[in-house]
């Protein structure tokens, strides 16, 4: 049987919400639920940026919180001031290049946090009744997770809520180990769960590290587009707005213990997606067809480089009703006409240590 929330004055924290996926997940629930308090939790490391939210801010039902998941009694005095009915919980070191260089970072934050996330909702909402039979009524914690802890697909099929977990890169066995930690404490204490594993996510506010903003930005600039390998690496790509219409929908109707796929339907090899942007880009900027195809550059591939990701959302669809809206070029267009437009964005988070990465990385 499907849970449904109270949505009756609940207070909702959403962890990472100045990120990308993040601020377009609070941006929709503080819109679409006025009668709900929403809760931004994010530490504003290098990829938390709270410009992604000038929009929200005014909202009177939403509130920011700067603070991390790794502190426990940072935690604890934020479940006592907002006394949060519902966890969604999005913060994470995302990016797998960065996670190869420092795994560590990635087992404190989406392990280590992911626990301490836990035990700081568990503690609240278990205070005041008997530590055996905690009362969990109308709570719930949703984990956000990845389709990368499935590991590589070959040509055919597609990774399903059954797939057996195989990470590859240090950044989806962090993601793999928080999605055993949250079913843990589902088992162990009762603790009323959801989790979805999402493929690639693209649109605006996507930090410039990722394949779809870093291409768009360096045709801007008139550098180098670099494809790791062959380029012939196919990845499924989700309208980050889709995205936050799933995770609603989920939230409001998954079933306890479940876990979701989230896919686009939009598979793409990544030359041909890269060559794609290109053809969208010379025909914003008015320039000839192929300008931007010529600062293609194959390089290195990286360690541990799965090949194929492709998601089957079909138990989505038949259980809760919900599916894609965006097509791929419509999508591919809007974001490129939004970092288009955005400039002063990008040159902001661009800047600091991002932009002493970026250099290093695609000088």
Request: hydrophobic share 35%; charged share 25%; with cysteine.
């Amino acid at each position: 049987m499907a849970k449904t929330i109270n949505n009756q004055q609940s207070t909702i924290l959403i962890t990472g919400g100045a990120g990308f996926i993040g601020s377009h997940v609070v941006r929709h629930f503080a819109q679409k639920y006025p009668h709900h308090k929403i809760v931004n939790l994010d530490a504003l490391t290098y990829a938390g940026n709270l410009e992604n939210l000038r929009d929200v801010e005014p909202s009177p039902n939403y509130f920011f919180e700067k603070g991390d998941i790794r502190d426990a009694v940072f935690l604890k005095n934020l479940f006592e001031k907002h006394q949060p009915d519902s966890v969604i919980h999005l913060a994470a070191e995302s990016h797998v290049d960065r996670s190869i260089a420092n795994p560590l970072a990635f087992v404190e934050t989406n392990v280590l946090g992911t626990v301490t996330l836990l035990n700081a909702a568990r503690d609240s909402w278990a205070r005041g009744n008997s530590s055996r039979q905690p009362d969990f009524e109308g709570k719930r914690f949703y984990h956000v997770s990845t389709d990368e802890v499935y590991g590589s697909l070959g040509e055919e099929g597609y990774f399903t809520e059954e797939t057996r977990y195989d990470p590859r890169s240090p950044y989806s066995a962090s993601k793999a180990a928080s999605d055993h930690f949250v079913r843990a404490y589902f088992h162990t204490y009762g603790l009323p769960v959801v989790l979805s594993n999402c493929s690639n996510n693209y649109g605006p506010n996507h930090f410039p590290e990722k394949l779809i903003p870093l291409v768009i930005n360096n045709i801007r600039q008139g550098k180098s587009l670099p494809v790791y390998g062959d380029g012939q690496y196919t990845r499924d790509w989700l309208w980050v707005k889709d995205h936050a219409a799933a995770i609603d929908t989920i939230f409001h109707q998954g079933r306890d213990g479940e876990t979701y796929n989230i896919g686009g339907n939009n598979e793409w090899k990544n030359i041909d997606l890269v060559r794609k942007l290109c053809d969208i880009m010379d025909e914003l900027l008015g320039q000839p067809v192929g300008t931007s195809q010529s600062l293609i550059t194959f390089v290195k591939d990286r360690p541990g480089h799965d090949r194929r990701y492709a998601i089957d959302a079909s138990k989505l669809k038949n259980e809760l009703g919900w599916e894609p809206t965006v097509k791929s070029e419509e999508g591919f267009r809007e974001t490129a006409k939004w970092y288009l437009e955005n400039e002063a964005w990008l040159a902001h988070v661009l800047s600091g240590e991002y932009q002493r990465y970026y250099e290093q990385q695609y000088r």
